[in-house]
């Protein structure tokens, strides 16, 4: 099954090797929990997070192996949506609406909890690529100024800058990461080697959707800031999906989806902007209905939003609350851990994901030999149910907590 995803034109040449079928098929056998666990133990959490899973509406029939590009929705989370979107359409009142800036301010207060930030530092954007481009074009920039990203960015963050910087005349050097990474240090070097005193902005994937490298963000951010540079982190990848604290972590701005691991409702997403860099910030809309706090009052200037998708995101942030944001990462990452040790065991198989657990992510993506990707994304797909994705020749998986493997998919395909 091919995906829709934009990604997918990031093409990407690397060797051919082989991988039969039938390796394929074990792949997705594997188990989804430590076998270092006593017996207990592991049912215990196999039960745990089969409950989790019976959250969601998602048809058993399929394998959520997509992730990065979309995480299904608790049955709440579309509860709530619709919930709110009928009343909306049965009762337009000004009076019964009320609710909805109520709704907004209270999700803001929410998100902004969750990340350890103030509500005032919070816009509700549409999505990350919103995000992105509201920080590319809002900071001021002009011959001279340089913009440090790295290759593996979305084009959201590395071609926004690249068309701008031919409008406004400044600069932007892209970094080239080894991959897979080998370590962290691979990840801070080769930014530290291309900031100069000319450096304004520089401009990061949290956890790249390319082969899931986590960014040491903390340290990146505070090299940044020690040098007068504004910091700029896509969390794409990582808002929902690991335990964040923005405070900690000290960046100028940080952007996200909430479709994707926060497994909310769709366009909607968030920009963070630290209080001392909104006045660095120029807006791109200017309109009417913006937030009523902060910089939502400038920065969320979007016109007439989707209201009920307000009070969905607070419900899907109350999920990751219940459950635990610690859990749940450590859960994603569990299952995309198991999918990376089996893939290894099969000969000629090429990893792109790191190795090392402190830079891995629930992202692996490899090129499975000689096959033809696309056809057997397609017969994974009729016979197991795999909701993965292709791009160019290799396969991203990436596994949250919807994710699952069944014992009948270990005679998955033999031939
Ligand atoms: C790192 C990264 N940034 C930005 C985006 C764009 O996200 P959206 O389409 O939700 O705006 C993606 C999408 O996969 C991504 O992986």
Redesign the pocket.
């Given at each position: 099954m091919q995906s829709n995803?934009a990604?997918q034109t990031w093409e990407i040449r690397m060797p051919i090797e082989r991988l039969s079928r039938r390796d394929f098929g074990r792949i997705f056998a594997v188990a989804a929990v430590s076998r270092s666990m006593p017996a207990i133990a592991v049912q215990r959490a196999a039960d745990e997070w089969a409950a989790v899973r019976s959250e969601f509406i998602l048809d058993p029939k399929f394998i959520v192996m997509n992730a990065?590009?979309f995480c299904p929705a608790t049955r709440n989370v579309s509860e709530v949506l619709f919930k709110y979107t009928r009343d909306m359409d049965a009762n337009p009142s000004q009076q019964s609406r009320a609710k909805f800036s109520q709704g907004r301010e209270e999700t803001r207060k929410k998100i902004a909890a969750f990340l350890n930030v103030t509500p005032e530092e919070i816009v509700i954007t549409r999505?990350?690529?919103?995000g992105?481009n509201l920080v590319s074009s809002g900071i001021e920039l002009k011959p001279g100024d340089e913009v440090v990203v790295h290759d593996e960015?979305?084009p959201?963050?590395l071609t926004s800058w690249q068309n701008k910087a031919k409008r406004y005349g400044f600069t932007v050097k892209s970094v080239a990461i080894p991959t897979p990474p080998p370590s962290v240090e691979a990840l801070v070097k080769p930014f530290v080697d291309a900031l100069t005193s000319k450096t304004k902005v520089l401009s990061f994937?949290h956890v790249?959707?390319t082969f899931g490298s986590q960014f040491p963000a903390k340290e990146l951010c505070r090299i940044a800031r020690e040098r007068g540079i504004l910091s700029l982190v896509?969390g794409?990848?990582s808002f929902g999906a690991l335990d964040l604290d923005l405070k900690d972590i000290g960046c100028d701005f940080f952007t996200s989806?909430s479709?994707?691991w926060l497994m909310g409702p769709k366009e909607a997403?968030i920009l963070y902007i630290r209080g001392d860099a909104q006045s660095k910030l120029w807006p791109s809309n200017y309109g009417v209905y913006g937030g009523t706090v902060g910089a939502s009052r400038t920065f969320e200037q979007l016109g007439q939003r989707d209201d009920p998708t307000f009070m969905a995101m607070a419900e899907a942030v109350d999920f990751h609350l219940r459950i635990g944001k610690k859990k749940i990462e450590a859960q994603s990452k569990a299952l995309a851990a198991a999918v990376k040790t089996e893939l290894m065991k099969i000969p000629g198989l090429h990893m792109y994901s790191p190795a090392a657990p402190e830079i891995s992510s629930a992202v692996v993506t490899f090129r499975p030999g000689s096959t033809d990707i696309s056809k057997m994304a397609a017969s994974l797909y009729e016979k197991i149910g795999f909701a993965g994705a292709t791009r160019g020749g290799d396969t991203p998986i990436s596994t949250t907590v919807s994710s699952r493997w069944k014992k009948s998919w270990r005679q998955f395909p033999t031939t």
């Open positions: 995803n990604d990065a590009n999505n990350t690529s919103e992105n960015n979305h959201t963050n994937t790249t959707s896509d794409a990848q989806s479709h994707k997403g």
